[in-house]
């Protein structure tokens, strides 16, 4: 599967941003997809991952209870909400899918081209 990340840049500290993935191909409900991100200088770090049927989600704890995924399989799209940012929330962000429901990145085969965030405090 093609995956397409957008919708990151430039934020204060305490705002909002919403990123979105769509996915082009068949079968996208079968997909888990899932957020990683990089820093600069940092390895690149899991964040959420949500199921293909969009019933079951699971998050890093450096951002459980701000950021929300979810995802809309009528369009082969999953949005990750962040809200109350921070500027260690600065990173590229990228999207993946897997046909594993993992917060591994080795489960995860197919990755968007990443979309960057930047949060100034």
């Known amino acids: 599967v093609q995956l397409q990340a957008s919708g990151g840049g430039l934020v204060q500290a305490g705002d909002s941003l919403r990123l979105s993935c769509t996915a082009s191909?068949?079968?996208?409900?079968?997909?888990?997809l899932g957020w990683f991100r990089q820093a600069p200088g940092k390895e690149r770090e899991f964040v959420a991952v949500?199921?293909?049927?969009?019933?079951?989600?699971l998050y890093d704890d450096s951002v459980k209870g701000r950021f929300t995924l979810s995802r809309d399989n009528a369009k082969n799209t999953v949005y990750l909400q962040m809200n109350s940012l921070k500027p260690e929330d600065t990173a590229v962000y990228y999207c993946a899918a897997s046909s594993l429901y993992s917060r591994r990145r080795e489960a995860f085969n197919d990755w968007g081209q990443g979309t960057l965030v930047t949060v100034s405090s």
């Open positions: 191909g068949p079968y996208f409900k079968t997909y888990h």
């Open positions: 949500i199921r293909g049927s969009g019933d079951s989600t």
